[in-house]
């Protein structure tokens, strides 16, 4: 059973930083596609972020410029580094994961609250 742990996330004033970290076991990371979302209340889920096994990265528009998804093999490790951080980034953040060879994101954390004050 895939095990995704996140951290990191907690109350920041708007224009604030920070990271968030989700450390894998039990699966072979380093050939796996990791990604962010995100729930707000009343929202569906949405992307953030996402990197491939080799490394590509895609963003949602709402974030570019301002998060960067990275990914750390030998730590079993994704981070999400958020800078210059909004109201509307308020939410549940979590961490997903899946093979490369499929579409639907299988796997998931139990999530980490990220509050953004104005």
């Given at each position: 059973q895939v095990q995704l742990v996140e951290?990191?996330?907690?109350?920041?004033?708007?224009?604030?930083?920070?990271?968030?970290s989700c450390a894998a076991s039990r699966?072979?990371?380093s050939s796996m596609d990791?990604?962010?979302y995100r729930q707000a209340?009343?929202?569906?889920?949405?992307?953030v972020a996402t990197v491939t096994s080799g490394g590509s990265?895609?963003?949602?528009?709402?974030?570019k410029?301002?998060?960067?998804?990275?990914r750390d093999n030998a730590k079993n490790t994704v981070y999400l580094q958020m800078d210059s951080l909004k109201p509307e980034d308020t939410a549940v953040y979590y961490c997903s994961s899946k093979s490369p060879?499929?579409?639907?994101?299988?796997?998931w954390g139990q999530g980490t609250q990220v509050t953004v004050s104005s």
């Open positions: 951290s990191g996330g907690g109350l920041v004033q708007a224009g604030g930083s920070l990271r968030l699966i072979i990371f990791m990604g962010w209340p009343g929202n569906q889920r949405e992307l990265t895609n963003y949602a528009d709402a974030v410029g301002r998060f960067t998804i990275s060879y499929v579409s639907k994101w299988g796997q």
